[in-house]
């Protein structure tokens, strides 16, 4: 039997349930049906709760907000989620690079960091060296306004190039020495930020970021909490899930309307079809898909690029990070391990009371770039924590399960980032993969000679006569970011419902 609705999405990701919701209370009246190939909400947003651990969430993807990006900040005020600060730098951290161990506040000390960084560079923060380049590059450019970042985004050129035309990496090379770059590298913590991606957008991507007034605040239930809270009220509104359901393809009927095919589910017809996915999931669709084979579609969708990133979390029967002097934020190294952060202890049950025994969480391994490998060689064959696990009534962490090879490697090299001969063996370890398919990456840039701010529109609907929509992080203003999704959304219903 073919369903006939007014509205479907497919992808349950933050983008996708958030869309559903506002379009759903926008017109109770909408037949709105939202399709999801895995068994869950959330997409990228992952949330677990460790083993035998109270109180505490792994957060296996998104982990925090900047209090300076107004859609997100607002819909977590509108949901009356309670949120805390999310610590990430402080003094105390431990910075392992190039064999040498170094605290947060080491880190302006010319004598005590192992780059040979220029005169004028020295007793600089990795940040603060950014944001030099940034301002040699464009003069002024941490104070300019919305609308202005706009103008410098389609006008400004350096050297006779738009800034569109021009490679971050490249750029940063042209305005600082060699051994600085490596020093941003390295402490910053992620490879994939510096590399060649469209300086007109990595620019202002990095002032929202390390701008004055932005502050990281995580939701304390989890930030999964998010999209499923959206999920409930989607659903209350009238709304429908279907999960595990794979859209496979999607044709064009006479009458305009859209047919959609998926791999274990009778079709459904509908009058409009918004795919909230990334890059990669839009190319798992069938490779005969008229709608994909567009030349416009064909142009649009390689505008940006995915970049694979890896968490492994390791849980304790104590926070043995205290003996190196760190309680919290995160510790970075050149080792595979890359980020440290120290998620921190128990907060209830009985343990919370008992200061010296409380079970305890560190994200082992953030990493991204080449690391990724590292880990991914040490993963079972055919590993995957994606696809449809329907009728299974385990604990989800145990899709995460670390294979032992993995867990000894993040030991070896947590002792050599904290400097100490002895550490508890885990109880319990979970890691995710997010160059697996249907993601292809954990965030993804857009490209170089690509205006993205074009794209972005375009991508809403790319074909004027095919009511096919497509939102997500991927072709976004907020690449990397969950205000970078809802931005998609809102533009959505803003300019076509
Ligand atoms: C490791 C990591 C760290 C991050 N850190 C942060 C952070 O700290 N703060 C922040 O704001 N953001 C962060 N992000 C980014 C944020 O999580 C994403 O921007 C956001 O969740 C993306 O939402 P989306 O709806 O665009 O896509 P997704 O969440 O990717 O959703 C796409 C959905 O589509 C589904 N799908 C794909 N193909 C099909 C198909 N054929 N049929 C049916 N369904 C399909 C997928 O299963 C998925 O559920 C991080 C992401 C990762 C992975």
Redesign the pocket.
């Known amino acids: 039997m073919t369903n006939h609705i007014d509205i479907a999405i497919?992808?349950?990701?933050?983008?996708?349930i958030y869309a559903a919701w506002r379009l759903q209370k926008q017109d109770p009246t909408r037949n709105i049906h939202l399709?999801?190939?895995?068994d869950r909400i959330g997409?990228?947003?992952i949330s677990l709760d460790p083993p035998e651990m109270q109180g505490i969430k792994a957060e296996f993807?998104?982990?925090?907000?900047l209090t300076n990006q107004p859609i997100v900040s607002n819909l977590v005020a509108e949901l009356g989620l309670a949120t805390r600060p999310f610590p990430v730098s402080g003094d105390e951290n431990i910075y392992y690079l190039r064999g040498q161990h170094m605290r947060g506040s080491d880190l302006t000390d010319s004598k005590k960091i192992p780059y040979r960084l220029s005169w004028l560079e020295r007793g600089k923060t990795p940040g603060e060296l950014v944001m030099n380049a940034i301002d040699t590059l464009i003069p002024g450019a941490t104070k300019l306004t919305k609308e202005q970042w706009q103008d410098v985004k389609e006008n400004y050129t350096f050297q006779g190039k738009h800034l569109w035309e021009l490679g971050w990496w490249n750029l940063l090379h042209q305005v600082m020495s060699s051994e600085a770059f490596k020093f941003i590298l390295d402490a910053g913590g992620y490879d994939t930020l510096v590399t060649n991606w469209n300086a007109a957008e990595a620019l202002p991507w990095y002032l929202a970021d390390f701008g004055p007034d932005a502050q990281y605040r995580t939701i304390i239930d989890g930030m999964e909490t998010l999209p499923r809270m959206v999920a409930k009220q989607f659903v209350d509104a009238g709304g429908n899930i279907h999960l595990g359901?794979?859209?496979n393809t999607f044709v064009k009927r006479e009458d305009g309307q859209i047919e959609l095919i998926f791999d274990d589910a009778p079709p459904v017809i509908a009058q409009h079809l918004i795919l909230?996915?990334?890059r990669r999931?839009l190319e798992?669709?069938d490779d005969d898909t008229e709608f994909l084979l567009h030349p416009t579609v064909r142009d649009l969708i390689p505008t940006v690029t995915p970049h694979p990133?890896f968490?492994l979390f390791l849980c304790y029967r104590y926070a043995w990070w205290q003996d190196a002097g760190v309680n919290n934020g995160r510790s970075v190294t050149d080792l595979p391990l890359r980020q440290v952060y120290y998620f921190g202890s128990e907060r209830e049950g009985p343990a919370a009371y008992n200061q010296e025994l409380r079970d305890s969480l560190v994200m082992a391994s953030y990493d991204d770039g080449e690391h990724v490998g590292f880990w991914r060689g040490l993963a079972d064959r055919g590993h995957s924590t994606t696809h449809c696990f329907p009728e299974s009534a385990e604990p989800r962490w145990n899709r995460y399960t670390c294979p032992s090879a993995m867990i000894e490697h993040a030991q070896r090299q947590l002792k050599v980032v904290h400097d100490l001969e002895y550490l508890p063996d885990a109880y319990a370890a979970g890691f995710q993969d997010?160059g697996q398919d249907?993601?292809g990456g954990?965030?993804n840039s857009w490209n170089i000679h690509v205006k993205g701010w074009e794209v972005q529109e375009k991508m809403i609907q790319p074909l004027d006569e095919w009511p096919v929509y497509v939102i997500?992080?991927?072709y976004s203003g907020a690449q990397?970011?969950?205000?970078?999704?809802l931005q998609t959304a809102e533009t959505l219903l803003k300019t076509k419902f």
Do not use: N
């Open positions: 497919v992808g349950g990701g933050i983008s996708g399709y999801e190939l895995s997409g990228r947003l993807g998104g982990m925090r907000y359901q794979r859209l909230a996915m990334p999931s798992l669709l990133m968490k997010w249907p993601y954990a965030w997500g992080e991927a990397g970011w969950i205000e970078g999704a």
